[in-house]
């Protein structure tokens, strides 16, 4: 279908100031354009509300964790199984799979269209992962997609910053980027992660040194952040801090972020980052000075990385947190970081409302989001699957736009560590639809520096989706009526009837020539990955 007109609906689209008008929408030849002639395919929109299609900014749907993960949880998969869907397009592929916690490559396409996203981000790819990842990728339908590559605990790049050559680490990261065909840089627990192949099990500071004293966190965070300043990157650099989901770490999280102040950081599912101490090793909530630290630098952005009440599957590159998770939930786990230039580690994990800290995470969620002042630098994300799935999404979309709702589902959960909260206080305020279609779309394409995602505008690629109104919005938002991607129509009456092939996105920034000599030699002294073979 190459030309559409999406006739009469309510169109949120925050980026061009639009809050709810009735408005056609045209498209032609995959765009936004300003209008389509007499006799057009017409999608009668009138009643409905009409945003651009989901952006998310932090997922994990493809690379050697994910599929760690998915080896892993084989119950998971047996409990749900995905049928092939049926297209009205027989010439394109279809296949069926399996849903769960991590679903398979193409129903991880099929279920984040049938959600009305679009575009989708992997937040943690390795370097020499990255052919893999790309795979997967090509194996996902619909969505248009890319990665952050993992960076901080690589050991060419801690070299550069131990010899002083922050230069050659800035053209290392421009080389790394293009030869993985990645999109952004992602840090991981900057050090930590090295230090903790190294044997070292305690907590890494920002300013514990990682080898040489040179080489810190804090310095680890200042090259990288300011790499991808320097280089013009669409997106800065993507941090997951040292001290994950530790009481305490909220410290830690506020001088990660003076640390590269005035400079463009995303600091990524900051709930996890918001644990105070209680003064006696215990947990309390920390999210009113993160959060008051983010409302106040407009530079800073984030992500909430919100807990859902259901099961999850924590992966992640920071080992060290998944060694302590599975120490303490004796749950399986797997942890692999043989020839990796990061870390992986998997443990499968339920959170439950009755469960005290469970129950502390999903309230600094909610308050992350209710006391954030600008929802264009704090969006949505559960940290797919590692905070709850993104098929939650809905659930929580309904929780932020929905106080009594909210409200009720509070007084259900554990309340032993939620003192301090301000969450029991009451906090009032209903996330509007126009809110929701930033920190869903708008917003997270804005911080990616998608120009063309994110919006309605002329221009626009032409990613809509159109819910039908519903009291209960986590229904409205779990069965989208229409989804168009890329001007084609992928889900009519909630079911998914076409699955093109989505577009990879990535970035090719220029660096100094005189960086790849250096790097053969490296290689050739200490990798048994030979160079030629290392980039696509
Ligand atoms: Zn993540």
């Avoid at 009205?88 to 069926?96: E, I, K, M, Y």
């Avoid at 109104?469 to 992928?490: I, Q």
């Amino acid at each position: 279908m190459t030309t559409l007109r999406i006739a009469g609906g309510a169109v949120y689209d925050p980026a061009n100031g639009i809050e709810g008008d009735a408005r056609d929408i045209c498209i032609a030849d995959g765009r936004v354009v300003a209008d389509v002639p007499a006799g057009t395919p017409t999608l009668d929109a009138r009643g409905m509300v009409v945003m651009p299609g989901g952006v998310d900014i932090h997922s994990h749907v493809a690379g050697s964790s994910v599929n760690l993960a998915r080896r892993l949880l084989p119950e998971d998969h047996g409990r749900d199984p995905v049928p092939a869907p049926d297209l009205v397009d027989d010439s394109l592929a279809r296949r069926s799979g399996s849903g769960g916690v991590v679903p398979s490559t193409f129903t991880t396409g099929y279920r984040y269209a049938g959600l009305g996203y679009t575009t989708v981000f992997d937040a943690a790819v390795a370097p020499v992962m990255a052919r893999l990842a790309h795979a997967e990728l090509e194996d996902t339908p619909i969505v248009d997609a890319g990665f952050f590559v993992l960076l901080g605990n690589d050991e060419y790049l801690l070299r550069q910053i131990a010899q002083g050559e922050r230069s050659r680490a800035r053209d290392y990261v421009a080389w790394v980027l293009g030869a993985a065909g990645g999109y952004a840089a992602k840090i991981v627990n900057p050090g930590g992660v090295e230090l903790w192949k190294r044997g070292v099990r305690d907590r890494t500071g920002l300013d514990t040194p990682v080898g040489s004293p040179r080489v810190t966190p804090r310095a680890i965070l200042e090259t990288i952040v300011k790499a991808a300043e320097v280089l013009r990157l669409p997106h800065p650099a993507h941090i997951h801090c040292n001290g994950l989901g530790i009481p305490g770490n909220v410290q830690t999280t506020l001088d990660s972020m003076r640390a590269v102040s005035g400079r463009r950081a995303h600091f990524t599912h900051l709930q996890f980052h918001s644990y105070a101490d209680s003064g006696d090793g215990g947990w309390r909530s920390g999210a009113r000075e993160v959060i008051d630290y983010l409302n106040t630098h407009a530079e800073i952005s984030g992500d909430v990385g919100q807990v859902m009440f259901e099961p999850a599957v924590t992966l992640t590159a920071d080992s060290p947190v998944e060694y302590l998770l599975y120490k303490s939930s004796g749950r399986k786990w797997v942890n692999v970081d043989i020839e990796l230039e990061t870390g992986c580690g998997v443990v499968p994990y339920e959170y439950r409302d009755t469960a005290a800290v469970a129950a502390l995470q999903w309230a600094i969620g909610l308050e992350l989001f209710l006391l954030s002042r600008d929802p264009w630098r704090l969006v949505l994300s559960t940290d797919h699957p590692n905070g709850g799935s993104f098929m939650s999404y809905p659930e929580l979309i309904r929780l932020l736009m929905d106080r009594s709702y909210r409200d009720d589902r509070l007084k259900r959960v554990n309340q032993k560590l939620l003192a301090g909260s301000a969450l029991l206080d009451g906090i009032a305020r209903e996330y509007s639809l126009s809110e929701i279609a930033i920190v869903t779309r708008a917003g997270p394409a804005r911080l990616l520096g998608l120009t063309g995602k994110g919006h309605l505008g002329i221009g626009a690629d032409a990613d809509v989706t159109v819910y039908a109104r519903d009291e209960d919005v986590s229904r409205m938002f779990a069965t989208p009526r229409y989804v168009v991607k890329g001007g084609v129509l992928v889900v009519e009456e909630g079911q998914i009837r076409r699955a093109p092939a989505g577009r990879r996105l990535q970035v090719q920034p220029g660096y100094d020539e005189r960086v790849v000599p250096n790097l053969r030699e490296f290689f050739e002294q200490y990798s048994s990955v030979s160079f030629e073979n290392y980039g696509r």
